[in-house]
Protein backbone atom coordinates (compact mmCIF):
# COMPACT_ATOMS: atom_id res chain seq x y z
CA UNK A 1 0.00 0.00 0.00
CA UNK A 2 2.82 2.84 -0.52
CA UNK A 3 1.77 5.89 -2.23
CA UNK A 4 2.42 4.66 -6.30
CA UNK A 5 -0.78 2.29 -5.46
CA UNK A 6 -3.07 5.06 -4.64
CA UNK A 7 -4.31 6.65 -8.12
CA UNK A 8 -7.71 5.71 -9.37
CA UNK A 9 -9.12 4.29 -6.04
CA UNK A 10 -10.68 6.74 -3.38
CA UNK A 11 -9.66 6.41 -0.24
CA UNK A 12 -11.91 4.13 1.70
CA UNK A 13 -11.40 1.48 -0.99
CA UNK A 14 -7.54 1.77 -0.85
CA UNK A 15 -7.68 1.43 3.30
CA UNK A 16 -10.09 -0.60 3.67
CA UNK A 17 -8.82 -3.02 6.03
CA UNK A 18 -7.04 -0.74 8.02
CA UNK A 19 -10.29 1.39 7.92
CA UNK A 20 -12.20 -1.72 8.73
CA UNK A 21 -9.74 -2.90 11.65
CA UNK A 22 -10.23 0.96 13.35
CA UNK A 23 -13.93 0.87 13.49
CA UNK A 24 -14.11 -2.71 15.04
CA UNK A 25 -11.88 -1.27 17.79
CA UNK A 26 -13.68 1.89 18.10
CA UNK A 27 -17.14 0.24 18.27
CA UNK A 28 -15.73 -3.00 20.61
CA UNK A 29 -16.51 -1.20 23.75
CA UNK A 30 -20.49 -0.10 22.57
CA UNK A 31 -20.50 -3.91 21.77
CA UNK A 32 -18.97 -4.92 24.97
CA UNK A 33 -21.48 -2.83 26.57
CA UNK A 34 -24.22 -5.73 25.83
CA UNK A 35 -21.63 -8.39 26.88
CA UNK A 36 -19.11 -9.19 29.88
CA UNK A 37 -17.58 -5.69 28.69
CA UNK A 38 -14.74 -5.90 31.76
CA UNK A 39 -13.71 -9.17 30.07
CA UNK A 40 -13.97 -8.45 26.18
CA UNK A 41 -12.15 -5.00 26.79
CA UNK A 42 -9.46 -6.67 28.55
CA UNK A 43 -8.95 -9.30 25.90
CA UNK A 44 -8.91 -6.23 23.01
CA UNK A 45 -6.42 -4.45 24.96
CA UNK A 46 -4.41 -7.07 24.85
CA UNK A 47 -4.85 -7.37 20.89
CA UNK A 48 -3.98 -3.62 20.68
CA UNK A 49 -0.85 -3.51 23.32
CA UNK A 50 0.80 -6.70 21.38
CA UNK A 51 -0.38 -5.03 18.26
CA UNK A 52 1.76 -1.96 18.68
CA UNK A 53 4.83 -4.34 19.41
CA UNK A 54 3.91 -6.31 16.65
CA UNK A 55 3.94 -3.62 14.45
CA UNK A 56 7.70 -2.23 15.50
CA UNK A 57 8.60 -6.12 14.71
CA UNK A 58 6.93 -5.93 10.99
CA UNK A 59 8.90 -3.38 10.62
CA UNK A 60 12.09 -4.95 11.04
CA UNK A 61 11.21 -8.97 9.74
CA UNK A 62 9.03 -7.82 7.04
CA UNK A 63 10.58 -4.39 5.43
CA UNK A 64 13.98 -5.42 6.57
CA UNK A 65 14.45 -8.99 6.92
CA UNK A 66 15.91 -8.63 10.51
CA UNK A 67 14.15 -11.54 11.97
CA UNK A 68 14.41 -10.36 15.63
CA UNK A 69 13.94 -13.02 18.08
CA UNK A 70 14.50 -10.95 21.38
CA UNK A 71 11.41 -8.21 21.09
CA UNK A 72 9.72 -9.43 24.23
CA UNK A 73 12.71 -7.63 25.93
CA UNK A 74 11.59 -4.42 24.66
CA UNK A 75 8.04 -4.61 25.91
CA UNK A 76 9.26 -5.80 29.54
CA UNK A 77 11.92 -3.19 29.50
CA UNK A 78 8.97 -0.66 29.01
CA UNK A 79 6.84 -2.49 31.78
CA UNK A 80 10.02 -2.37 34.22
CA UNK A 81 9.94 1.13 33.59
CA UNK A 82 6.89 1.60 35.02
CA UNK A 83 7.27 -0.84 37.56
CA UNK A 84 10.40 0.35 39.13
CA UNK A 85 9.42 3.84 39.25
CA UNK A 86 5.82 3.39 40.33
CA UNK A 87 7.59 1.40 43.56
CA UNK A 88 10.06 4.88 44.14
CA UNK A 89 6.34 6.32 44.05
CA UNK A 90 6.91 8.30 40.40
CA UNK A 91 3.81 7.57 38.48
CA UNK A 92 3.38 10.55 36.63
CA UNK A 93 3.22 9.99 33.14
CA UNK A 94 5.46 13.12 31.75
CA UNK A 95 8.14 10.80 33.39
CA UNK A 96 6.89 7.47 32.90
CA UNK A 97 5.72 7.22 29.45
CA UNK A 98 9.28 8.54 28.89
CA UNK A 99 11.15 6.41 30.71
CA UNK A 100 9.96 3.28 29.56
CA UNK A 101 9.97 4.19 25.44
CA UNK A 102 13.85 5.73 26.17
CA UNK A 103 14.50 2.78 28.21
CA UNK A 104 13.42 0.44 25.81
CA UNK A 105 14.93 2.45 22.82
CA UNK A 106 18.25 2.54 24.29
CA UNK A 107 18.16 -1.39 25.17
CA UNK A 108 17.68 -1.35 21.32
CA UNK A 109 20.03 1.00 20.26
CA UNK A 110 23.11 -0.20 22.44
CA UNK A 111 21.98 -4.46 21.69
CA UNK A 112 21.41 -3.21 18.20
CA UNK A 113 25.49 -2.26 17.40
CA UNK A 114 26.43 -5.83 18.16
CA UNK A 115 23.66 -7.64 16.50
CA UNK A 116 23.43 -5.58 13.50
CA UNK A 117 26.93 -6.29 12.52
CA UNK A 118 25.67 -10.08 12.02
CA UNK A 119 23.53 -11.54 9.37
CA UNK A 120 20.99 -14.21 8.59
CA UNK A 121 20.64 -16.85 11.68
CA UNK A 122 23.58 -14.84 13.68
CA UNK A 123 21.36 -12.19 13.73
CA UNK A 124 17.99 -14.61 15.12
CA UNK A 125 20.22 -16.04 17.11
CA UNK A 126 21.97 -13.59 18.66
CA UNK A 127 18.44 -11.01 19.32
CA UNK A 128 17.43 -14.26 21.28
CA UNK A 129 20.43 -14.26 23.22
CA UNK A 130 20.37 -10.45 24.34
CA UNK A 131 16.17 -11.04 25.03
CA UNK A 132 17.41 -13.73 27.26
CA UNK A 133 19.63 -11.13 29.06
CA UNK A 134 17.55 -9.00 29.71
CA UNK A 135 14.70 -11.88 30.75
CA UNK A 136 17.87 -12.83 33.33
CA UNK A 137 18.35 -9.35 34.59
CA UNK A 138 14.77 -9.20 35.61
CA UNK A 139 15.26 -12.13 37.38
CA UNK A 140 18.08 -11.25 39.43
CA UNK A 141 16.42 -8.06 40.28
CA UNK A 142 15.69 -8.95 43.99
CA UNK A 143 14.81 -5.72 45.01
CA UNK A 144 11.91 -5.34 42.32
CA UNK A 145 10.42 -8.88 42.70
CA UNK A 146 13.12 -11.09 40.96
CA UNK A 147 11.56 -13.83 39.65
CA UNK A 148 8.06 -13.26 41.48
CA UNK A 149 7.61 -9.76 39.83
CA UNK A 150 6.10 -7.15 40.88
CA UNK A 151 2.91 -5.57 41.77
CA UNK A 152 2.23 -1.91 40.68
CA UNK A 153 -0.29 -0.44 43.06
CA UNK A 154 -0.98 2.89 41.21
CA UNK A 155 -1.39 2.94 37.38
CA UNK A 156 0.58 6.08 35.77
CA UNK A 157 -1.31 9.58 36.44
CA UNK A 158 -1.83 12.24 34.87
CA UNK A 159 -1.36 15.76 36.84
CA UNK A 160 -2.47 13.54 39.61
CA UNK A 161 -5.65 12.50 37.76
CA UNK A 162 -6.62 8.69 36.67
CA UNK A 163 -6.87 8.40 33.44
CA UNK A 164 -5.51 4.64 33.16
CA UNK A 165 -7.61 3.60 35.77
CA UNK A 166 -11.01 4.11 34.32
CA UNK A 167 -10.92 1.10 31.96
CA UNK A 168 -12.95 2.64 28.99
CA UNK A 169 -10.65 5.38 28.84
CA UNK A 170 -7.54 3.30 29.23
CA UNK A 171 -9.33 1.59 25.92
CA UNK A 172 -9.42 4.49 23.61
CA UNK A 173 -5.82 5.60 24.44
CA UNK A 174 -4.38 2.25 23.47
CA UNK A 175 -6.26 2.46 20.35
CA UNK A 176 -4.59 5.91 20.13
CA UNK A 177 -1.22 4.43 20.48
CA UNK A 178 -2.05 2.10 18.46
CA UNK A 179 -3.59 4.01 15.23
CA UNK A 180 -0.52 6.68 15.76
CA UNK A 181 2.00 4.30 15.55
CA UNK A 182 0.41 2.67 12.44
CA UNK A 183 0.21 6.16 10.65
CA UNK A 184 3.98 6.32 11.89
CA UNK A 185 5.24 2.95 10.63
CA UNK A 186 3.23 3.74 7.05
CA UNK A 187 5.06 7.45 6.68
CA UNK A 188 8.12 5.73 7.75
CA UNK A 189 7.76 3.13 5.26
CA UNK A 190 6.93 5.31 1.88
CA UNK A 191 9.75 7.74 3.59
CA UNK A 192 12.97 8.48 2.13
CA UNK A 193 14.32 6.48 5.05
CA UNK A 194 12.06 3.78 4.43
CA UNK A 195 12.63 3.12 0.82
CA UNK A 196 16.45 2.79 1.97
CA UNK A 197 16.20 0.44 4.44
CA UNK A 198 14.05 -1.52 2.39
CA UNK A 199 16.45 -1.40 -0.36
CA UNK A 200 19.08 -2.90 2.04
CA UNK A 201 16.39 -5.99 2.33
CA UNK A 202 16.65 -6.55 -1.37
CA UNK A 203 20.09 -6.33 -1.66
CA UNK A 204 22.42 -4.43 0.48
CA UNK A 205 25.47 -4.66 -1.69
CA UNK A 206 24.11 -2.73 -4.08
CA UNK A 207 22.10 0.11 -1.55
CA UNK A 208 26.19 0.26 -0.06
CA UNK A 209 27.55 1.02 -3.26
CA UNK A 210 24.73 3.50 -3.78
CA UNK A 211 26.75 5.08 -1.23
CA UNK A 212 24.36 4.09 1.39
CA UNK A 213 25.81 3.55 5.12
CA UNK A 214 22.90 0.43 5.44
CA UNK A 215 24.57 0.30 9.12
CA UNK A 216 23.28 3.37 10.20
CA UNK A 217 19.74 2.71 8.97
CA UNK A 218 19.23 -0.49 10.17
CA UNK A 219 20.06 0.71 13.49
CA UNK A 220 17.67 3.27 13.41
CA UNK A 221 15.33 1.00 12.26
CA UNK A 222 16.24 -1.00 15.07
CA UNK A 223 15.71 1.48 17.60
CA UNK A 224 12.17 2.84 16.41
CA UNK A 225 11.08 -0.66 16.60
CA UNK A 226 12.29 -1.01 20.41
CA UNK A 227 10.49 2.06 21.12
CA UNK A 228 7.48 0.51 19.91
CA UNK A 229 8.09 -2.31 22.17
CA UNK A 230 8.63 -0.11 24.84
CA UNK A 231 5.52 2.18 24.78
CA UNK A 232 3.87 -1.65 24.31
CA UNK A 233 5.37 -2.75 27.75
CA UNK A 234 4.07 0.92 29.25
CA UNK A 235 0.82 -0.02 28.66
CA UNK A 236 0.77 -3.59 29.37
CA UNK A 237 2.02 -3.02 32.71
CA UNK A 238 -0.69 -0.33 33.18
CA UNK A 239 -3.17 -2.72 31.71
CA UNK A 240 -1.98 -5.91 34.05
CA UNK A 241 -1.25 -3.69 37.32
CA UNK A 242 1.59 -6.64 37.48
CA UNK A 243 5.42 -7.01 36.01
CA UNK A 244 7.64 -10.00 35.78
CA UNK A 245 10.17 -11.37 33.48
CA UNK A 246 7.62 -13.46 32.15
CA UNK A 247 7.08 -10.91 29.89
CA UNK A 248 10.40 -11.08 28.22
CA UNK A 249 10.69 -14.71 28.23
CA UNK A 250 11.94 -15.88 24.73
CA UNK A 251 8.44 -18.09 23.99
CA UNK A 252 6.78 -14.49 24.07
CA UNK A 253 9.02 -12.94 21.02
CA UNK A 254 8.16 -16.50 19.16
CA UNK A 255 4.49 -15.58 19.99
CA UNK A 256 5.33 -11.48 18.27
CA UNK A 257 6.88 -13.22 15.53
CA UNK A 258 3.86 -15.68 14.66
CA UNK A 259 1.76 -12.81 14.91
CA UNK A 260 3.43 -11.09 12.67
CA UNK A 261 3.76 -14.22 9.95
CA UNK A 262 -0.58 -15.10 11.00
CA UNK A 263 -1.23 -11.17 9.31
CA UNK A 264 1.14 -11.72 6.61
CA UNK A 265 4.67 -9.87 6.85
CA UNK A 266 5.33 -6.45 5.62
CA UNK A 267 2.07 -5.03 5.18
CA UNK A 268 2.21 -3.24 8.74
CA UNK A 269 -1.85 -3.77 8.97
CA UNK A 270 -1.16 -7.95 8.91
CA UNK A 271 0.63 -6.90 12.68
CA UNK A 272 -2.79 -5.99 13.81
CA UNK A 273 -5.25 -8.70 12.14
CA UNK A 274 -2.41 -11.26 13.27
CA UNK A 275 -2.52 -9.66 17.07
CA UNK A 276 -5.67 -10.22 16.75
CA UNK A 277 -5.93 -13.86 15.17
CA UNK A 278 -3.21 -14.88 17.70
CA UNK A 279 -5.20 -13.61 21.24
CA UNK A 280 -8.60 -14.52 19.96
CA UNK A 281 -7.25 -17.56 18.89
CA UNK A 282 -5.25 -18.61 22.28
CA UNK A 283 -8.40 -17.54 24.35
CA UNK A 284 -10.48 -19.58 22.17
CA UNK A 285 -8.50 -22.97 22.18
CA UNK A 286 -7.47 -22.34 25.91
CA UNK A 287 -10.93 -22.15 26.76
CA UNK A 288 -11.73 -25.20 25.08
CA UNK A 289 -9.11 -27.40 26.17
CA UNK A 290 -6.38 -27.06 29.20
CA UNK A 291 -3.88 -28.70 26.11
CA UNK A 292 -4.66 -26.08 23.76
CA UNK A 293 -0.59 -25.96 22.82
CA UNK A 294 -0.89 -29.92 21.45
CA UNK A 295 -3.04 -28.20 19.24
CA UNK A 296 -1.87 -24.69 18.42
CA UNK A 297 1.91 -26.19 18.05
CA UNK A 298 0.74 -28.75 14.98
CA UNK A 299 -1.16 -25.73 13.73
CA UNK A 300 1.65 -23.58 13.29
CA UNK A 301 3.72 -25.68 11.72
CA UNK A 302 0.54 -26.34 9.19
CA UNK A 303 0.55 -22.54 8.52
CA UNK A 304 4.19 -22.70 7.63
CA UNK A 305 4.03 -25.85 5.66
CA UNK A 306 0.90 -24.73 4.10
CA UNK A 307 -0.28 -21.12 4.35
CA UNK A 308 2.56 -18.47 3.28
CA UNK A 309 1.56 -15.26 3.50
CA UNK A 310 -0.47 -15.62 6.53
CA UNK A 311 -4.02 -14.63 6.98
CA UNK A 312 -4.04 -11.75 4.49
CA UNK A 313 -2.64 -14.26 2.06
CA UNK A 314 -4.80 -16.62 2.15
CA UNK A 315 -7.71 -14.20 2.10
CA UNK A 316 -6.20 -12.92 -1.12
CA UNK A 317 -5.99 -16.27 -2.25
CA UNK A 318 -9.59 -17.15 -1.61
CA UNK A 319 -10.98 -13.94 -2.40
CA UNK A 320 -8.94 -12.32 -4.94
CA UNK A 321 -11.69 -9.59 -5.89
CA UNK A 322 -11.71 -8.44 -2.28
CA UNK A 323 -8.29 -8.04 -1.37
CA UNK A 324 -5.78 -6.67 -3.89
CA UNK A 325 -2.49 -7.90 -3.79
CA UNK A 326 0.62 -6.78 -1.77
CA UNK A 327 2.58 -3.97 -3.91
CA UNK A 328 5.75 -5.47 -5.35
CA UNK A 329 8.92 -4.07 -3.19
CA UNK A 330 10.70 -2.10 -5.45
CA UNK A 331 14.68 -2.35 -6.13
CA UNK B 1 40.82 -22.92 47.77
CA UNK B 2 39.05 -25.89 47.32
CA UNK B 3 36.01 -24.04 46.21
CA UNK B 4 37.26 -22.41 43.59
CA UNK B 5 38.29 -26.38 42.25
CA UNK B 6 35.17 -27.40 42.93
CA UNK B 7 33.65 -24.57 40.78
CA UNK B 8 35.66 -25.52 38.00
CA UNK B 9 34.70 -28.67 38.08
CA UNK B 10 31.24 -27.89 37.76
CA UNK B 11 31.65 -25.31 35.25
CA UNK B 12 33.81 -28.04 33.46
CA UNK B 13 30.44 -30.44 33.52
CA UNK B 14 28.36 -27.56 32.23
CA UNK B 15 30.80 -27.17 29.48
CA UNK B 16 30.82 -30.80 28.39
CA UNK B 17 26.89 -30.98 28.88
CA UNK B 18 25.95 -27.82 26.58
CA UNK B 19 28.92 -29.21 24.02
CA UNK B 20 26.89 -32.05 23.38
CA UNK B 21 23.63 -30.18 22.62
CA UNK B 22 25.37 -27.52 20.89
CA UNK B 23 27.66 -30.12 18.68
CA UNK B 24 24.28 -31.36 17.11
CA UNK B 25 22.94 -27.88 16.73
CA UNK B 26 25.84 -26.89 14.99
CA UNK B 27 26.29 -29.69 12.63
CA UNK B 28 22.70 -29.89 11.91
CA UNK B 29 22.86 -25.71 10.71
CA UNK B 30 26.42 -26.53 9.30
CA UNK B 31 25.50 -28.68 6.66
CA UNK B 32 22.02 -28.35 6.24
CA UNK B 33 21.77 -24.29 6.78
CA UNK B 34 18.68 -25.69 9.04
CA UNK B 35 17.75 -24.18 12.27
CA UNK B 36 16.45 -26.49 14.72
CA UNK B 37 14.87 -24.79 17.63
CA UNK B 38 13.51 -28.06 18.69
CA UNK B 39 16.75 -29.31 19.36
CA UNK B 40 15.91 -28.43 22.90
CA UNK B 41 12.80 -30.45 23.65
CA UNK B 42 14.95 -33.83 21.91
CA UNK B 43 17.65 -33.13 25.19
CA UNK B 44 14.26 -33.06 27.43
CA UNK B 45 12.43 -36.47 25.82
CA UNK B 46 15.75 -37.92 26.25
CA UNK B 47 15.55 -37.26 30.27
CA UNK B 48 11.68 -38.28 30.32
CA UNK B 49 12.36 -41.33 28.08
CA UNK B 50 15.56 -42.49 30.35
CA UNK B 51 13.16 -42.13 33.45
CA UNK B 52 10.48 -44.04 31.42
CA UNK B 53 12.45 -46.82 30.86
CA UNK B 54 13.96 -47.42 34.18
CA UNK B 55 10.44 -47.24 35.50
CA UNK B 56 10.24 -50.06 33.30
CA UNK B 57 13.04 -51.59 33.61
CA UNK B 58 14.74 -50.82 37.44
CA UNK B 59 18.76 -50.80 35.25
CA UNK B 60 19.62 -47.46 34.66
CA UNK B 61 22.23 -49.32 31.70
CA UNK B 62 18.68 -50.22 30.07
CA UNK B 63 17.30 -47.02 30.26
CA UNK B 64 20.32 -45.19 28.83
CA UNK B 65 19.76 -47.61 25.67
CA UNK B 66 16.49 -48.05 25.10
CA UNK B 67 15.95 -44.03 25.97
CA UNK B 68 18.77 -43.25 23.17
CA UNK B 69 17.22 -45.57 20.49
CA UNK B 70 13.77 -43.88 21.12
CA UNK B 71 14.85 -40.62 20.99
CA UNK B 72 16.95 -41.56 17.79
CA UNK B 73 13.86 -43.25 16.71
CA UNK B 74 11.57 -39.57 17.27
CA UNK B 75 14.16 -37.44 16.22
CA UNK B 76 13.92 -39.50 12.51
CA UNK B 77 10.64 -39.33 12.85
CA UNK B 78 10.44 -35.56 13.27
CA UNK B 79 13.11 -34.76 10.36
CA UNK B 80 10.73 -37.44 7.55
CA UNK B 81 7.76 -35.99 8.79
CA UNK B 82 8.37 -32.14 8.90
CA UNK B 83 11.71 -30.86 9.36
CA UNK B 84 12.79 -32.42 5.54
CA UNK B 85 9.95 -30.28 4.36
CA UNK B 86 12.03 -26.86 5.84
CA UNK B 87 15.30 -27.02 4.85
CA UNK B 88 15.06 -25.37 1.38
CA UNK B 89 12.86 -22.25 3.55
CA UNK B 90 13.63 -19.26 4.88
CA UNK B 91 15.21 -18.98 8.39
CA UNK B 92 11.57 -17.32 9.60
CA UNK B 93 9.68 -20.64 8.50
CA UNK B 94 12.56 -23.07 10.35
CA UNK B 95 12.05 -21.13 13.32
CA UNK B 96 8.20 -20.93 13.73
CA UNK B 97 7.95 -24.45 12.57
CA UNK B 98 10.36 -25.49 15.13
CA UNK B 99 8.43 -23.42 17.69
CA UNK B 100 5.43 -25.00 16.87
CA UNK B 101 6.87 -28.55 17.61
CA UNK B 102 8.39 -27.01 21.15
CA UNK B 103 5.18 -25.74 22.05
CA UNK B 104 3.69 -28.97 21.54
CA UNK B 105 5.80 -31.30 23.33
CA UNK B 106 6.47 -29.17 26.19
CA UNK B 107 2.82 -29.52 26.66
CA UNK B 108 2.72 -33.01 25.21
CA UNK B 109 5.20 -34.32 28.02
CA UNK B 110 3.15 -32.62 30.59
CA UNK B 111 0.09 -34.49 29.38
CA UNK B 112 1.90 -37.69 29.56
CA UNK B 113 3.96 -37.41 32.52
CA UNK B 114 2.68 -35.07 34.95
CA UNK B 115 3.43 -31.32 35.06
CA UNK B 116 5.21 -32.40 38.39
CA UNK B 117 9.29 -33.08 38.69
CA UNK B 118 10.48 -36.41 38.23
CA UNK B 119 14.04 -37.69 39.09
CA UNK B 120 16.77 -40.82 37.95
CA UNK B 121 18.57 -42.00 40.50
CA UNK B 122 21.60 -42.18 39.77
CA UNK B 123 23.38 -45.57 39.28
CA UNK B 124 24.63 -47.54 42.09
CA UNK B 125 28.18 -47.79 40.91
CA UNK B 126 28.43 -44.24 40.21
CA UNK B 127 26.77 -42.66 44.02
CA UNK B 128 28.75 -40.80 46.44
CA UNK B 129 30.94 -38.41 46.24
CA UNK B 130 35.14 -39.43 45.79
CA UNK B 131 38.11 -37.23 47.74
CA UNK B 132 40.03 -35.15 45.22
CA UNK B 133 41.84 -33.66 47.77
CA UNK B 134 42.20 -33.35 51.31
CA UNK B 135 38.21 -31.99 52.65
CA UNK B 136 37.16 -31.71 48.70
CA UNK B 137 34.54 -34.23 48.16
CA UNK B 138 33.29 -33.87 44.97
CA UNK B 139 30.21 -36.37 43.34
CA UNK B 140 31.64 -39.19 41.67
CA UNK B 141 28.36 -38.78 38.83
CA UNK B 142 29.22 -35.36 37.77
CA UNK B 143 32.41 -36.55 37.00
CA UNK B 144 31.12 -39.14 34.71
CA UNK B 145 29.53 -36.80 32.63
CA UNK B 146 32.76 -34.91 31.99
CA UNK B 147 34.43 -38.26 31.29
CA UNK B 148 31.40 -39.03 28.63
CA UNK B 149 31.55 -35.45 27.52
CA UNK B 150 34.88 -35.85 26.67
CA UNK B 151 35.06 -39.14 25.39
CA UNK B 152 32.01 -38.20 22.68
CA UNK B 153 33.66 -34.84 22.00
CA UNK B 154 37.35 -37.01 20.97
CA UNK B 155 34.80 -39.74 19.23
CA UNK B 156 33.33 -36.92 17.22
CA UNK B 157 36.54 -35.15 16.36
CA UNK B 158 37.99 -38.62 15.44
CA UNK B 159 34.79 -39.12 13.12
CA UNK B 160 34.17 -35.72 11.70
CA UNK B 161 38.54 -35.45 10.31
CA UNK B 162 39.45 -39.09 9.38
CA UNK B 163 36.17 -40.76 8.47
CA UNK B 164 34.61 -40.66 4.96
CA UNK B 165 31.31 -39.61 6.85
CA UNK B 166 33.20 -37.21 8.19
CA UNK B 167 34.58 -35.69 5.64
CA UNK B 168 31.32 -35.62 3.35
CA UNK B 169 29.74 -33.58 6.76
CA UNK B 170 32.67 -30.85 5.80
CA UNK B 171 32.07 -31.04 2.71
CA UNK B 172 28.14 -30.43 2.95
CA UNK B 173 28.85 -27.58 5.28
CA UNK B 174 31.56 -26.10 2.82
CA UNK B 175 29.15 -26.26 0.14
CA UNK B 176 25.93 -29.00 -0.06
CA UNK B 177 25.02 -28.30 -3.27
CA UNK B 178 28.29 -29.55 -4.65
CA UNK B 179 28.45 -32.47 -2.77
CA UNK B 180 25.14 -33.62 -3.79
CA UNK B 181 26.23 -32.95 -7.49
CA UNK B 182 29.22 -34.80 -7.31
CA UNK B 183 26.73 -38.39 -6.55
CA UNK B 184 26.24 -38.27 -2.55
CA UNK B 185 22.99 -38.94 -1.55
CA UNK B 186 22.56 -35.61 0.24
CA UNK B 187 19.02 -36.23 1.93
CA UNK B 188 20.66 -39.43 3.40
CA UNK B 189 23.59 -37.44 4.79
CA UNK B 190 21.19 -35.03 6.02
CA UNK B 191 19.38 -37.47 7.67
CA UNK B 192 22.60 -39.18 9.37
CA UNK B 193 23.66 -36.01 10.67
CA UNK B 194 20.02 -34.98 12.24
CA UNK B 195 20.24 -38.37 13.49
CA UNK B 196 23.45 -38.32 15.48
CA UNK B 197 22.45 -34.61 16.66
CA UNK B 198 19.26 -35.74 17.75
CA UNK B 199 20.68 -38.54 19.83
CA UNK B 200 23.66 -36.76 21.22
CA UNK B 201 21.10 -33.92 22.51
CA UNK B 202 19.33 -36.87 24.00
CA UNK B 203 22.20 -38.35 25.67
CA UNK B 204 23.27 -34.84 27.45
CA UNK B 205 19.16 -34.91 28.89
CA UNK B 206 19.86 -39.07 30.22
CA UNK B 207 22.99 -37.68 31.52
CA UNK B 208 21.88 -34.81 33.49
CA UNK B 209 18.44 -36.35 34.47
CA UNK B 210 19.96 -37.92 37.70
CA UNK B 211 21.48 -34.25 38.82
CA UNK B 212 18.50 -32.08 37.61
CA UNK B 213 14.51 -32.51 38.03
CA UNK B 214 12.99 -33.44 34.88
CA UNK B 215 10.40 -31.25 33.97
CA UNK B 216 8.53 -29.83 31.09
CA UNK B 217 10.57 -26.79 29.41
CA UNK B 218 13.96 -27.86 30.97
CA UNK B 219 15.09 -27.62 27.18
CA UNK B 220 14.22 -24.01 26.54
CA UNK B 221 16.72 -22.75 29.01
CA UNK B 222 19.86 -25.13 27.81
CA UNK B 223 18.55 -24.25 24.07
CA UNK B 224 19.67 -20.49 24.61
CA UNK B 225 22.87 -21.45 26.40
CA UNK B 226 23.67 -24.04 22.96
CA UNK B 227 22.96 -20.82 20.84
CA UNK B 228 25.06 -18.97 22.28
CA UNK B 229 27.82 -21.34 22.17
CA UNK B 230 27.45 -21.98 18.78
CA UNK B 231 27.60 -18.28 17.72
CA UNK B 232 30.34 -17.84 19.84
CA UNK B 233 32.48 -20.60 18.03
CA UNK B 234 31.12 -20.41 14.88
CA UNK B 235 28.44 -22.29 13.33
CA UNK B 236 28.72 -25.05 12.04
CA UNK B 237 32.52 -25.46 13.68
CA UNK B 238 31.95 -28.39 15.99
CA UNK B 239 35.85 -27.70 17.64
CA UNK B 240 34.38 -23.56 17.91
CA UNK B 241 31.67 -25.14 19.64
CA UNK B 242 33.87 -27.10 22.11
CA UNK B 243 36.24 -24.28 22.77
CA UNK B 244 32.49 -21.95 23.32
CA UNK B 245 30.58 -24.67 25.69
CA UNK B 246 33.69 -24.80 28.22
CA UNK B 247 34.11 -20.97 27.82
CA UNK B 248 30.89 -20.87 28.70
CA UNK B 249 30.26 -23.30 31.11
CA UNK B 250 33.13 -21.83 32.94
CA UNK B 251 31.66 -18.14 32.83
CA UNK B 252 28.27 -18.77 33.69
CA UNK B 253 29.20 -20.91 36.59
CA UNK B 254 32.12 -19.05 37.87
CA UNK B 255 30.55 -15.73 37.60
CA UNK B 256 27.98 -16.79 39.50
CA UNK B 257 29.60 -17.85 42.45
CA UNK B 258 32.62 -15.54 42.54
CA UNK B 259 30.60 -12.03 41.05
CA UNK B 260 29.77 -10.99 44.64
CA UNK B 261 32.97 -11.42 46.39
CA UNK B 262 34.72 -9.73 43.77
CA UNK B 263 32.15 -6.76 43.19
CA UNK B 264 32.86 -6.95 47.52
CA UNK B 265 36.55 -5.77 46.23
CA UNK B 266 35.27 -2.62 44.64
CA UNK B 267 32.05 -2.01 46.66
CA UNK B 268 30.39 -2.36 49.49
CA UNK B 269 28.58 -5.53 50.90
CA UNK B 270 25.41 -4.54 50.31
CA UNK B 271 25.23 -3.35 46.65
CA UNK B 272 27.64 -6.03 45.95
CA UNK B 273 24.49 -8.33 46.72
CA UNK B 274 22.36 -6.73 44.86
CA UNK B 275 24.66 -5.86 41.29
CA UNK B 276 26.75 -9.10 41.86
CA UNK B 277 24.30 -12.08 40.44
CA UNK B 278 22.74 -9.72 38.00
CA UNK B 279 25.74 -9.20 36.38
CA UNK B 280 26.75 -12.78 37.07
CA UNK B 281 23.24 -13.26 35.11
CA UNK B 282 24.15 -11.19 31.77
CA UNK B 283 28.04 -12.51 31.92
CA UNK B 284 28.03 -14.95 29.23
CA UNK B 285 25.55 -13.22 26.96
CA UNK B 286 28.44 -10.19 27.49
CA UNK B 287 31.10 -12.41 26.66
CA UNK B 288 29.33 -13.01 23.46
CA UNK B 289 28.69 -9.60 23.04
CA UNK B 290 32.50 -8.73 22.89
CA UNK B 291 33.40 -11.81 20.65
CA UNK B 292 30.77 -11.05 17.91
CA UNK B 293 31.44 -7.45 18.03
CA UNK B 294 35.24 -8.23 17.63
CA UNK B 295 34.55 -11.05 15.21
CA UNK B 296 30.92 -11.13 13.83
CA UNK B 297 30.92 -14.84 12.45
CA UNK B 298 32.32 -16.25 15.81
CA UNK B 299 35.80 -17.85 17.12
CA UNK B 300 36.36 -20.43 14.49
CA UNK B 301 33.94 -19.76 11.50
CA UNK B 302 34.24 -22.99 8.93
CA UNK B 303 36.38 -22.19 6.32
CA UNK B 304 34.69 -21.17 2.61
CA UNK B 305 31.27 -20.70 4.50
CA UNK B 306 29.47 -16.67 4.01
CA UNK B 307 27.58 -16.00 6.93
Known amino acids: ?331 | MSLLVVQILNGLQLGVLLFLIAAGLTLVFGVMNFINLAHGVQYMLGAYLAVMFYSMTGSTLAALVLALIAALAFGLFLEFVIFRHLYERDHLDQVIATFGIILFLNQAVKFVWGAAPLSLPIPEMFSGAVVLMPGLLYPVWRLVIIAAGLIVALMLYALVSWTRLGMLVRAGANNATMVSALGVDIRRLFMIVFGFGTMLAGFAGIMIAPILSVEPGMGDTILILAFVVIVIGGIGSIRGAFVAALLVGLADTLGRSFSVDILRLVMGPSPARTVGPAIASMLIYLVMAVVLYLRPTGLFPPKGRRS
Open chain 1, 1 to 331: MTAQTSSGESFVVREKLPLALLALFLLLPVLAAFGTESYLLDLFMRVMIFAIAALGLDLLVGYGALVSFGHAAFIGIGAYAVGILGSHGITEVWISLPAAVLAATIFAFLTGMVCLRTRGVYFIMITLAFGQMAYFLASSLAPYGGDDGLTIHTRTTLFGLAPFAHTRLFYYIALGCLAGCYVLCRALVVSRFGRVFRGARENATRMATLGYDIYRYQLTAYAISGALGGLAGFLLANATDFVSPAYMSWQRSGELIIMILFGGLGTLHGAIVGALAYVLLGEWLSDLTENWKMIFGPMLVLVVLLARGGLIGLATQLMPHWTRKKPEPQP
